[in-house]
């Protein structure tokens, strides 16, 4: 299945690009990851437990980075397996463009399944595909950004500015 997204992230690109680069921020960014070792040179190592319909597995993958053009593009390889459930295995490419207010970060997505997975059928498999693909990229915008109820809770308050505010707050005063 092939699926592509842009959204405009807060952030600026050496921000963003160093957040795609991190086992720490993959961690916090992949829906269901438990573990996330290694590093952008060698590749990471990965322990995600999802559900897609009635098969809940368990995957242990590895994801790799190729064709990194620093603060441009980059793509992601990964694979991984969920014994009994079957296997996922995907690629995106991720391109980040400087913006008034951000990144612009875009992307396209083509994914695999197999195994007991590939027999939910393609029109469930592909919604929980895109489902995933979207909350990756909305918790890569959150951690960067913060939570926008919080980041408008803080400025209503007059608290001190936080590292997590939105870029647009820190630019504005707000």
């Not at 992949?30 to 990965?46: M, R």
């Not at 995957?59 to 053009?69: A, E, I, M, T």
């Not at 936080?162 to 005063?173: C, D, F, H, N, V």
Request: charged share 25%; proline share 3%.
């Amino acid at each position: 299945m092939h699926m592509s997204d842009q959204r405009e992230i807060a952030a600026p690109v050496a921000e963003v690009w160093a957040a795609l680069l991190s086992a720490d921020s993959l961690l916090q960014c992949v829906p269901g990851a438990k573990e996330v070792t290694g590093n952008a040179e060698e590749g990471f190592e990965a322990t995600v437990v999802q559900k897609v319909g009635p098969v809940k597995a368990t995957f242990k993958g590895k994801v790799v980075l190729s064709d990194l053009v620093e603060g441009e593009s980059l793509t992601l390889t990964g694979e991984g397996k969920g014994g009994a459930a079957g296997f996922a295995k995907g690629a995106a490419d991720v391109s980040l463009v400087a913006g008034e207010t951000g990144t612009l970060l875009s992307y396209e997505v083509d994914a695999k399944v197999g195994g007991k997975l590939a027999q939910l059928g393609s029109r469930l498999i592909d919604g929980f595909a895109k489902k995933m693909a979207d909350q990756f990229f909305t918790n890569l915008q959150t951690s960067l950004e913060g939570p926008a109820e919080e980041a408008d809770e803080t400025a209503d308050a007059g608290a001190e500015e936080t590292p997590k505010k939105s870029l647009l707050k820190r630019m504005t005063g707000g």
